[in-house]
């Protein structure tokens, strides 16, 4: 599977708050169920919401704030429900056999599922100072909508980040950032296969040495 967050919701969180929180088996979920399948071995969901809920407590992130995270997610993941049919000039319009998912997501969003509709259905320019309303294509509605879930979920990472931090790391620094740095070196070739040729090994070798000082020259 793809994604363990909905199946975490679905199986740690008291069933008497799927509806409010919008919680639905992940397997009616498009985003979810493309993996094909709804059980990891090894992995048991509730108690690794158990786990997911105590560590966002411990970072002192209260129950009423996973609340607000969980609709939050619910949300991106029903809105990949959101399904789209082409007019007869060629652009989308909502499909009525997903106008439900639409708006459950506004309503877990909390916001308004008109305007939300419009945003799914038409893009925004602005030329000289002009705001340009336009149709979407068909072809384009859904890379649209999976645009939003995107920038949704990425804020939802980005917020989770800053609290994690905030809790982590305590400074009289007025700029935090200046002084907060995560570097990542990605480097090209490294395999680690069954039997390593000779010249696996020293690609992987000389890897390891870039990797020793860039962290002692950089890091």
């Known amino acids: 599977r793809n994604y363990h967050i909905p199946y975490f919701l679905y199986h740690g969180v008291d069933k008497n708050a799927h509806h ?40 002192r992130v209260d129950d009423d704030t996973q609340n607000d995270l969980w609709r939050i997610t619910s949300g991106i993941f029903m809105l990949g429900n959101v399904c789209f049919r082409r007019e007869g000039d060629g652009f989308a319009s909502i499909d009525p056999t997903s106008k439900q998912a639409l708006l459950e997501t506004a309503r877990l969003w909390n916001i308004d599922a008109t305007a ?12 000289r100072g002009q705001n340009i309303v336009r149709k979407i294509k068909f072809e384009d509605a859904a890379t649209n909508r999976d645009s939003i879930a995107k920038s949704f979920y990425e804020n939802v ?63």
């Open 116 to 127: 939300f509709e419009t945003r799914l259905t038409t893009s925004n320019l602005k030329a």
């Open 20 to 59: 409010t929180l919008g919680i639905v088996p992940p397997e009616q979920l498009y985003y979810a169920n493309q993996g094909g399948t709804a059980q990891v071995a090894g992995i048991n969901d509730a108690e690794r919401f158990k786990e997911l809920a105590e560590s966002l407590r411990l970072m």
């Open 157 to 219: 990472f980005l917020y989770l980040c800053q609290r994690i931090n905030a809790e982590l790391y305590q400074t009289d620094e007025e700029d935090i950032k200046s002084i907060l740095f995560i570097g990542i070196l990605d480097v090209f070739g490294f395999e680690n296969f069954y039997i390593n040729s000779l010249e696996q090994f020293c690609i992987n070798f000389t890897n390891e040495k870039l990797q020793q000082f860039f962290n002692y020259h950089i890091i």
